[in-house]
Structure formats: C-alpha cells, structure tokens
C-alpha cells in the first residue's frame, strides 16, 4: 500500500500549482507537481469569477504533474484574509476561546459572523496571552473548497499563503532565532508580505500589486496580446529585452520596491523595539524579475535573496531541473503539503 500522499493546492490570479508531498518521518519528499495558468480575469482580487476556468486548470494541472493524491489542503489570501499578532492582557489562556470571537471583532475587516476564525498561541504569562488571530471569509472558503472538491480532490484543511512559506522557510532555513526575516511572495496580483523571528509572526500585509502591472504596462505600451507581453516579461533576461520594456520593467520595479519599502518601514517605525530586519526572502513567479532582489535590497538596505534552498526537500526523479527555475513559485504549494512536517 502507497503511504498518504497530501496535494497542496495554490490558487493564484495566474496559475494554480499542485505540490503533493509524500511524508517520510520528517523528511519532506515532493513526489509531485503541477501548474497550470488560468485565464485572465478568472479570479480577480481572489474572488472566483469563473469557476469552469479554475475548475478545469486544477485537472489539467493535475495531469501535467501527474498528481495522484486526493487528499488536499488548499489555501487563501488577500482581502477575504486576515492575520493578525494580538497580545490580549487580562485574559488567561482557558479564557481565550470565549474572548476570540469578540477580540476578533474589533480588527477584521469584514463581519465577524462571515468569518472562519482560527489562533495560534505564541506566548503566555500570568495574565496576558500573546496569539495570531487568522481568520477567513466563510463565503471564500467554500467557493474554494467548491472548486477544488469538483476538481476531484477532497479537502482536508484551509491554510494562509504566508504561514504556509513561513512553515517550508522554517523546514528549509531551520530558523528559530531572534533575528527578524521578512518572506516576500510576489506574485502576478498580489504580494503578501510576512515579517517573522523565531518566535513566530509578527507583522503580515498582503500589497494589491504583482508582475500582471508590469504586463499590462507592456501590452499597452507595445500594443501587444496579454500572452505576448507575458512571454515577452518571461522570456529574455534584461539584458535582451527591447528598450521600451526594459523601461517599462526598470520603472516599475523601482515603484514597486518603494511600495513594499513603504510597507516595511511604516510598521518598523510603529514597532520601535523590535530589532531591525535581517533579511528579506523572496518567493512567488514576480521575484524572478531581472533586477527585482537587487533594487529592493538597495531600498531596503538590507540583504535580499529568493527562496531556494532546497536541499531539506528531497524531490522526485525529473523534478530537479524542474524545481531550479520554479521553485519560488511553487513554495506556497509546497509549504501547505508540508504542513505536517513541523506536526
Ligand atoms: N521569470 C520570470 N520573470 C518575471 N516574472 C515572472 C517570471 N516567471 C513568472 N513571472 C510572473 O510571476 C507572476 C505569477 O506568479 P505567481 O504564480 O506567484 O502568481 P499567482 O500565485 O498566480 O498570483 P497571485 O498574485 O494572485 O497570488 C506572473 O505575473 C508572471 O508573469
Ligand atoms: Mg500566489
């Protein structure tokens, strides 16, 4: 009999990715992975608009890979999504399950009676519990959970797309100290930004800016297809790259690194005591931009490298050369299958 495999299911506005993880003790074992884009305006601000689209992306991604697992544990972002470190004083730790849903109330952006809560404690003195309040619009859940069940799979758990990369930097990086790392997830819509120690989170933002911009700014500037503008941002680094769109890439790269500098430093600047930032991780297919880890790090003035280490992860034949490329775009898919990992 084969052991359990577990697919973790990444939904993005431009693809969807597969990665199904075989555990072997603590060892993660990739035995495979999937991708496949969607077309454009199928989701949109991670609302689904075309279910048949996602649907049919997800058994196609499902083939391309050759995903046998069923069991999946799907995950979510963006505006429908909340996570929040709260320190609640005046509350013992037996009492905060009858708090959470009032203490809720009081941060989430949407009403609290749509919402799925979860938490995870992260510390606790005599009278004071220190949690990370997660939380997620009911209707989202179950329109995803819809269209991952009518692709074939049956979904065990709903994670967030930080906490899953923050699980695989963990089993990748081992970290557990002090110092404070930011993981980026720059994606086509969205990039979700994560400020970690050792001790678990302590800041998450997702910024309603990714590489699809930078793709409509080509198609518009060269008069070009949506997927000609893509192959064209894709394809060349930027040495080969016309000089229009080398423009266009240079302008918004240094935009959107000022974006997340902004981000960065504002909740620093609220947050005097903790420790400034260490390094900042990139993952997600837009970290792939020529260019992009430099000019943020001069930004920043602070280390930037992309998620790769990879060497904890023990990958099926053939995935390899597969993984050298892709890897910071499967690392959401990869970080949820691994979950269990650090069970
Ligand atoms: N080598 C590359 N260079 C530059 N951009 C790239 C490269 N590879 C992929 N991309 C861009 O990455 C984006 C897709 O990344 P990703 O798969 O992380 O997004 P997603 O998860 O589908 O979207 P979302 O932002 O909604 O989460 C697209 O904009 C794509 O053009
Ligand atoms: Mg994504």
Do not use: C
């Not at 555990?23 to 969607?38: D, Q, T």
């Not at 058994?59 to 995950?75: C, F």
């Not at 429908?80 to 941060?107: C, D, H, M, Y």
């Not at 069940?149 to 930097?169: C, S, T, W």
């Amino acid at each position: 009999m084969f052991p359990s495999r577990l697919v973790g299911i990444d939904i993005g506005s431009h693809s969807v990715k597969l990665a199904e993880v075989i555990p072997r003790g603590k060892e993660i074992y990739l035995s495979a992975f999937g991708v496949k884009p969607i077309p454009d305006n199928s989701i949109v601000l991670r609302e689904i608009i075309d279910r048949h689209a996602v649907v049919e992306a997800l058994k196609e991604a499902r083939g391309a890979g050759k995903i046998r697992g069923q069991n999946a544990i799907i995950t979510l972002s963006g505006p429908g999504t909340f996570v929040k470190r709260v320190q609640l004083s005046g509350v013992k730790l037996r009492e905060l399950p009858n708090v959470i849903s009032w203490e809720a109330a009081q941060w989430l952006p949407f009403r609290v009676d749509e919402a799925e809560l979860d938490y995870e404690v992260l510390g606790v003195e005599d009278s004071s519990v220190d949690f990370l309040l997660v939380a997620a619009k009911k209707s989202m859940v179950q329109s995803y959970i819809g269209v991952v069940r009518e692709a074939g799979f049956d979904p065990q758990v709903v994670d967030i797309d930080v906490l899953a990369l923050q699980n695989l930097y963990r089993l990748s990086y081992g970290h557990r100290s002090p110092q404070v790392v930011a993981l980026l997830n720059v994606g086509d819509s969205i990039t979700s930004i994560n400020i970690f120690n050792g001790a678990g989170t302590l800041f998450v933002k997702d910024i309603f800016l990714g590489g699809e911009v930078l793709t409509k700014s080509i198609q518009n500037r060269l008069g070009l297809s949506r997927s000609e503008a893509e192959n064209l941002k894709v394809s060349v680094s930027s040495g080969g790259l016309p000089p229009e769109v080398k423009e266009e890439m240079d302008d918004f790269i240094i935009f959107f690194a000022k974006q997340i500098d902004e981000s960065i430093k504002e909740w620093f600047s609220e947050n005097p005591s903790v420790p400034p930032l260490a390094s900042v991780v990139l993952s997600g297919g837009s970290s792939g931009l020529p260019g992009f880890a430099n000019s943020l790090g001069k930004i920043l003035q602070v280390n930037v490298e992309t998620l790769s280490n990879i060497d904890t992860i023990r990958l099926q034949k053939g995935l390899d050369n597969i993984m050298r490329s892709t890897f910071p775009m499967a690392a959401v898919s990869i970080g949820l299958a691994a979950r269990r990992g650090l069970l």
